[in-house]
């Protein structure tokens, strides 16, 4: 699922090889603020909660795909996944998990998985940390 948001900016990625370690010092940092996100919105607090729960009810699915491209080793697989989760990310955060996300996608690009199945655990982590934020915003 891409949610296509008006008049949002594309930012470039981040450099793939720095990817992991920028990703480890802001894994504890704000990943997501209700307010900012809001604001996008001109301040439409039903518009940003519904585009919430879509992204919280796809997510597991994007989440399970990523999990079984690293789990089969299948470099394409995890490289369509993580693309797949970051773009839906992205609409909401730039931030972790989306730059781990994009560590992943660049792995399964090379075809270079050695390490995938440490990025995924940190992406998961992440995740966790930004779905709490997300199911404290809608009350779920």
Do not use: Y
């Not at 796809?58 to 990523?66: Q, S, W």
Request: proline share 3%; hydrophobic share 45%.
């Amino acid at each position: 699922m891409r949610l296509t948001i008006a008049g949002r900016h594309t930012r470039s990625s981040p450099d793939a090889e720095a990817l992991p370690e920028a990703a480890a010092r802001v894994a504890k940092a704000v990943i997501w603020s209700a307010t900012s996100f809001i604001s996008r919105f001109d301040g439409d607090e039903r518009l940003a909660r519904e585009l919430v729960a879509l992204f919280l009810v796809e997510c597991p699915r994007m989440m399970a795909a990523v999990r079984e491209g690293v789990h089969n080793g299948t470099a394409d697989d995890v490289r369509r996944a993580a693309h797949t989760l970051k773009g839906s990310m992205s609409n909401f955060t730039d931030l972790a998990p989306v730059t781990t996300a994009f560590a992943l996608e660049q792995q399964g690009a090379a075809g270079r998985l050695t390490d995938a199945a440490a990025t995924l655990v940190q992406l998961e982590r992440e995740m966790e940390d930004l779905l709490a934020e997300m199911r404290q915003f809608n009350g779920t």
